[in-house]
């Protein structure tokens, strides 16, 4: 099998890799010349995905910033960036270029793969008529399907491999396609009736985090105004055996998927003429979590006679999430922005990014701190020498549960 894949980042990389550890061919497409000469020369820019790993397979894996190397391949998966505008409105920019691009090489019976998360409706009505711009017929000459990604970069127990894969295919031999195709890198492929019913299960999953997550962040910033371990209480709910799910309170949503996709069901609800109104204010709520964090510094600061201004302030971590060094919608980054607008001189910690250019700082360790703040813990963190070298320690994620110390300040 000879599979294209177009847009060569978290989802698609660990995807072509993957076709390729099987023995079949991979032609990856991504319009970034930087990504493309990377890969080229066996550097991956995707934690998941070690250099390695590239090696292994580099003579199957072909990369180019040119789509018509796609004439040749079987099937095409598609994996580009589905952002938010400005005004937090789907951007379906990258999506509409991919498919007017691969309009332009698209062969008979070649199968079309939709990955992008977004809103239902998107690969029938928005996507299929850019690729029939090919004079091809969807279904007829060509067949497409959407398939929702469920990557969890960084994770090791649960991958591409063993990791439900949900097919829905705009007809009968497009799903029959689709399912033939995700049965040769993972254990088990769900067929859904509809591309609409996959698009939505995907948003479904990241919707249903997303209320979580507020849900626990509202009970936090309550219990900080009652006195209440917040931690102690999420972790007592969670010995019910059965009907309730832990989530943890933090310092708000990262990453290109929670803080995006909610808002992608919301806007297409709108042309139904329904508010999705739990999407909404979870939104809001894990979008009011980095101010929350800031004034609960500044309270720190003032117990120690300090102002902000003036203060040094030391972030430790500052991607989204532990173990990786994914920037994408951090509220670290946000933190950040909110301490130096107070007039706070801030520094940060963080192994796995080196330097925030943006912010002029290079990552070193905390030290002389009027304040040591943890907003990412990553696994190798030692959160015992932070809290012993530094005057005070405020904690957004928990780990120094177990600590007794004066000087510490936890969410
Ligand atoms: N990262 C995740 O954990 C994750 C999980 C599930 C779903 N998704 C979804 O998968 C999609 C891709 O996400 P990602 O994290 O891999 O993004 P990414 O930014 O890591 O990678 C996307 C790549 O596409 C390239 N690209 C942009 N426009 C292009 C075009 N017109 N043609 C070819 N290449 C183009 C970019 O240069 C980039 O390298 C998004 O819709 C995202 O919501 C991501």
Known sequence: MRVGIVGLGYVGLPLAVAFCEEGHEAVGVDTDARVVEAL????SHVEDVPADSLRAVSDRFQVSTRYADLAKVDA?????????????????????????????????????????????GTTRERFVPLLEESGL??????????????????????????????????????????????ELVCDEVLPVSTPEAAELSKLL??????????????????CDRMGIDVWEVVEAAATKPYGFMSFKPGPGMGGHCLPV????????????????EFI?????????????????????????????RGSRVAIVGVSYKPGVGDLRESPALKIIRLLREQGAEVSYHDDYVPELPEHRLRSEWPEDADCTVIVTAHPDLDVERIVRESSLVVDFRGVTRGIEAPNLMRL
């Open 76 to 120: 095409v998966v598609v994996a580009v960036p589905t952002p938010l505008t400005r005004n937090r409105e789907p951007d379906l920019g990258p999506l509409a270029a991919a498919g007017t691009a691969l309009a332009g090489v698209l062969q008979q019976g070649q199968l079309v793969v939709l990955e992008s998360t977004t809103f239902p």
């Open 261 to 276: 996709d909610p808002f992608y069901l919301a806007w297409r609800a709108r042309e139904f003429d329904t508010q999705t």
């Open 205 to 222: 999953e990241n919707v249903f985090r997303s209320v979580n997550i507020a849900l626990v962040n509202e009970l936090a910033i309550l």
């Open 280 to 308: 909404e204010l979870a939104g809001e709520v894990n979008q009011r979590m980095p101010y929350f964090c800031v004034e609960k510094i500044a309270r720190a600061l003032n117990d120690h006679a300090k102002p902000v």
């Open 40 to 43: 080229t020369h066996g550097r």
């Open 137 to 182: 017929a969807a279904g007829k000459d060509f067949f497409a399907a959407f398939s929702p990604e469920r990557t969890d970069p960084g994770r090791t127990d649960f991958t591409l491999r063993n990791t439900p894969k949900i097919v829905g295919g705009l007809n009968e031999e497009s799903l029959r396609r689709a399912v033939e195709l995700y």
